[in-house]
């Protein structure tokens, strides 16, 4: 594979291979920004991949009081997931066992645009016992369900997204896992930056990227051992000798362009570390071409 | 543009119709033809040019120069648009308006915004009985859009309310917020007697309280309610005023409990 230097940051000539996904946002406040944030943490945990979580969420970025429909601290949510149905009952889980429960919390939508509407305190509101009462303020309309510390309020609905992307990639590799992570960290505070897309691994970095498939029965993913700096001498590596670390950063955005733009944010955080204090080397990952429709060619993104 | 102007040729002989005068009717049609229009309501023809001198101008916003207590029915089933008027209407104005924007510089008679269903009503004098009611025979009031009045309002206002805002920055007569189905009252003055009589549900706001309240509503205490928050942002667009007491820590009182019981009247923290 022919790659390019920049800044002394070797640029693998090969591009991140994406997917069609389904899409919303919400927005959640709290009477503090530490409470919306816990909420967000909670509703996002184990929300890593869609392979085994249903679905992939993350906190896109935290919203001041002016930001928010009720004039509190609050942070605006991600959530993508392979089909509307499975949006829905992942939205409606979440939001209910995670938001409806954390103290002060109330959630709207979080997204204006979009092709179909996902239940968001339709759902939730029969948690109310008939107590429940709606109040419609314009084209919005809003469910209050009593609860053991006030209200909690939340919207109506939410708008779903087809337009979405997942699976956006930086492959990041360096020569001791601590220069990796410190580029990587790097390339996601960057990312962070942009909007409308979340890095749902934890931090925002995977270091357990898998190849498709499996030796053993029922397995649909394993680890990807062309990446994997310890099977160096025994498989058919990428990596070269001077690597000693990957590590990986997966991007979901609500559209196209977000994740463009997220990949480019982190390449060039990336190539400015240097290799000295950073990556060596940053490729992506794909599949051929041919199971994603969306392709990001890293030389496109160059800075 | 120019507003397609009506100037008042003085005090009507008559109630006057003033329904057929709403920007969806009156689009296409020259001054001549709008001239021609009945206005009566009595076996005396009254028509538009009898009662008003026509200005030329552009029919999607009409401007109503010279009040009366006989105008009757002002944007009666308008769906878009804007009609000013420029004094004092009778009675139904702006009844079954699903759109547009009604605004009276004067007092309003009974049933203003009666079967309302979308659009804005202001009324900067005072309104009449049974603001947003039903006439008889009907089992809903209005059911959508705004209601600015900001003057005091006859007894009755908002009786069986079933969806949409009605602010009025004054006071009520008795019996505000009647039957209530659902939507919002606000009400800045203090209020007649039993405010909320066998409302179902809805939320009505007294900012001064009233001169008597129903013992079959149950206090549930002072709250800062989020509701309330986004209640004060979307009344702001309207009354500043009515915003402000939206905004104060709020005395839940939920009811009525003769009825339904699931509506709620607010007490701002005086």
């Known amino acids: 594979m022919r790659a390019l230097t920049v800044n002394g940051v070797a640029i693998d000539d090969t591009f991140a291979e994406a997917f069609d996904m389904r899409a919303t946002a919400i927005v959640i406040t709290a009477p503090s920004a530490r409470w919306a944030a816990q909420a967000a943490v909670t509703m996002t945990g184990f929300a890593t991949s869609v392979i085994a979580c249903g679905c992939e969420a993350g906190l896109e970025r935290v919203l001041s009081p002016r930001e928010t429909p009720d004039g509190r601290p609050g942070v605006r949510v991600l959530m993508f997931a392979v089909s509307t149905a499975e949006l829905q009952r992942q939205l409606q889980n979440r939001v209910g066992q995670c938001v409806l429960t954390s103290p002060g919390s109330a959630c709207y939508a979080g997204i204006d645009a979009g092709e179909d509407k996902l239940k968001l305190g339709a759902a939730i509101r029969f948690f109310g016992d008939g107590w429940q009462i709606a109040k419609r303020l314009g084209a919005r309309r809003y469910w209050r369900v009593p609860v053991m510390d006030g209200e909690f309020v939340c919207e109506s609905t939410t708008r779903l997204t087809k337009s979405a992307v997942g699976g956006g990639n930086l492959i990041v590799m360096g020569a001791s896992a601590p220069k990796t992570l410190a580029a990587t960290e790097a390339a996601v505070k960057a990312m962070r930056e942009v909007s409308d897309v979340i890095m749902p691994f934890p931090g925002g970095i995977a270091r357990s990227g898998s190849k498709v498939g499996s030796k053993y029965k029922g397995a649909s993913a394993s680890t990807n051992d062309a990446y994997c700096p310890t099977l160096k001498g025994a498989v058919d590596s990428a990596l070269g000798p001077e690597i000693a670390s990957v590590l990986e950063i997966v991007i979901d955005g609500l559209a196209s362009a977000a994740v463009t733009e997220a990949m480019r944010a982190g390449l060039a955080a990336i190539v400015q570390l240097g290799p000295d204090r950073g990556a060596l080397r940053v490729g992506a990952g794909n599949y051929g071409g041919k199971l994603g429709r969306h392709h990001y060619h890293l030389k496109d993104l160059l800075p | ?270």
């Open chain 2, 1 to 270: 543009m120019r507003p397609l102007t009506f100037a008042s040729r003085g005090a009507p002989t008559q109630r006057l119709d003033l329904s057929p005068l709403t920007p969806q009717n009156l689009v296409g049609k020259t001054v001549a033809e709008i001239a021609k229009v009945e206005l009566g309501t009595t076996r005396v023809r009254v028509t538009v040019g009898d009662a008003f001198r026509i200005r030329e101008g552009d029919p999607a916003t009409i401007l109503i120069e010279g009040g009366s207590a006989r105008f009757d029915r002002v944007g009666m089933g308008m769906t878009a648009g804007a009609i000013h008027v420029e004094g004092e209407v009778g009675v139904e104005a702006g009844r079954g308006m699903s759109g547009g924007e009604l605004t009276i510089r004067g007092a309003a008679g009974p049933f203003a915004a009666s079967g309302m269903k979308g659009g804005t009503l202001e009324i900067e004098g005072e309104a009449g009985e049974r603001l947003g009611g039903p006439l008889s025979g009907e089992t809903a009031g209005m059911s959508g859009g705004l209601v600015l009045v900001r003057g005091d309002a006859g007894p009755r206002a908002g009786d069986r309310l079933r969806r949409g805002l009605i602010l009025i920055e004054g006071r009520a007569g008795a019996y505000a917020g009647s039957r209530m189905i659902a939507g919002t009252l606000a009400i800045g003055g203090e209020a007649g007697d039993l405010p909320g009589y066998l409302m179902g549900r809805g939320t009505i706001l007294l900012g001064r309280g009233a001169t008597l309240l129903s013992p079959t509503f149950g206090d549930c205490g002072e709250h800062d309610l989020v509701a309330a928050r986004l209640l004060a942002d979307f009344v702001a667009q309207a009354s500043t005023k009515l915003a402000r007491l939206f905004r104060r820590p709020l005395r839940r009182l939920a009811g009525d409990l003769a009825a339904l019981g699931k509506g709620e009247i607010l007490l701002p923290r005086p």
